[in-house]
């Protein structure tokens, strides 16, 4: 099976203050589903409070990212899923919980992982 990253950034999920709750509720239910079919994989939001860092490969850390992915935020779902197709329809029930649009990528095979 392959493995599908379903993410959006922070910007898109536009909610009041109100419904917050609900949509976190939500949510949590899609998330309960997929651990219930036993497709779970790993998710969680991007703590956006704690800036990201380069770890160079003599273990240097500095401060920032490559320039491309200096805006990564948001959430974050992996699924392990027979098809496509099967990743689309998780994702519509990610964007309805969530209220917002979910971006859907295949991650390459790898037997190691």
Do not use: N
Request: proline share 6%.
């Amino acid at each position: 099976m392959t493995k599908y990253l379903i993410s959006f950034p922070s910007a898109a999920m536009v909610v009041p203050e109100e419904e917050l709750q609900a949509v976190s509720d939500a949510s949590h239910t899609v998330v309960q589903e997929a651990k219930d079919a036993g497709v779970w994989v790993f998710g969680g939001g991007i703590d956006e409070s704690i800036p990201p860092v380069m770890v160079d490969a003599d273990g240097t850390v500095r401060e920032g990212t490559y320039p491309q992915t200096a805006r990564i935020q948001g959430g974050y779902s992996v699924l392990e899923l027979p098809s496509y197709d099967a990743a689309l329809e998780w994702a519509a029930k990610f964007a309805a919980s969530c209220r917002c649009a979910q971006e859907v990528r295949a991650f390459q095979y790898d037997p190691a992982s």
